[in-house]
C-alpha cells in the first residue's frame, strides 16, 4: 500500500519542473506522513492512558522516531525506487483511478486527524 502511496507522490512531485529530485522529496513527505500517523496513535494511547509525559521527554522521542522512521522509510522506498516506479507504472487505468483516490485520501486524512488530535487531546501545559 505504501508503496504505491510513495508512486503517486512521487508521479506528482515529478510533474513540478523546479523539482529536480522528485524520489528523494516523495520518501521525504512519506516519512513525515509516517511520523504524523505514529504521533497520532501515540497521542491517542497517551490520552487513553493517562501517562504524563514531560515535555523534554517528548521532543528527544519525537526525534528519534524521526530519524528512525527516515532510515528504515529509505531502504524500503527510496534505494527501490525504480522497483517501485516500473511496477504501478504498468497498472491498469481504472486501478490508476482508485489509487488516487486512495493516495489522496491517505494525504488529506493523515494531516487532518493528527492536527485535530493535537489541539484538542493534548494537554496545552507546556
Do not use: D, P
Given at each position: 500500500m505504501y508503496n504505491e502511496i510513495y508512486f503517486w507522490l512521487y508521479t506528482y512531485l515529478s510533474r513540478i519542473k523546479t523539482n529536480k529530485t522528485p524520489a528523494f522529496n516523495a520518501y521525504l513527505i512519506?516519512?513525515?506522513?509516517?511520523?504524523?500517523?505514529?504521533?497520532?496513535?501515540?497521542?491517542?494511547?497517551?490520552?487513553?492512558?493517562?501517562?504524563?509525559?514531560?515535555?523534554?521527554?517528548?521532543?528527544?522521542?519525537?526525534?528519534?522516531?524521526?530519524?528512525?522512521?527516515?532510515?528504515?522509510?529509505?531502504?524500503?522506498?527510496?534505494?527501490?525506487?525504480?522497483?517501485?516506479?516500473?511496477?504501478?507504472?504498468?497498472?491498469?487505468?481504472?486501478?490508476?483511478?482508485?489509487?488516487?483516490?486512495y493516495f489522496w485520501l491517505y494525504v488529506v486524512f493523515s494531516f487532518i486527524v493528527f492536527f485535530v488530535s493535537v489541539s484538542k487531546i493534548v494537554n496545552p501545559k507546556y
Open positions: 512519506l516519512s513525515v506522513l509516517h511520523i504524523f500517523n505514529l504521533g497520532t496513535l501515540l497521542i491517542w494511547i497517551n490520552y487513553f492512558l493517562k501517562y504524563n509525559i514531560e515535555r523534554q521527554t517528548a521532543v528527544y522521542l519525537g526525534l528519534i522516531l524521526a530519524l528512525i522512521f527516515a532510515f528504515i522509510n529509505y531502504f524500503i522506498y527510496y534505494a527501490r525506487r525504480e522497483n517501485i516506479i516500473k511496477k504501478y507504472n504498468e497498472h491498469l487505468s481504472h486501478r490508476k483511478t482508485w489509487g488516487q483516490i
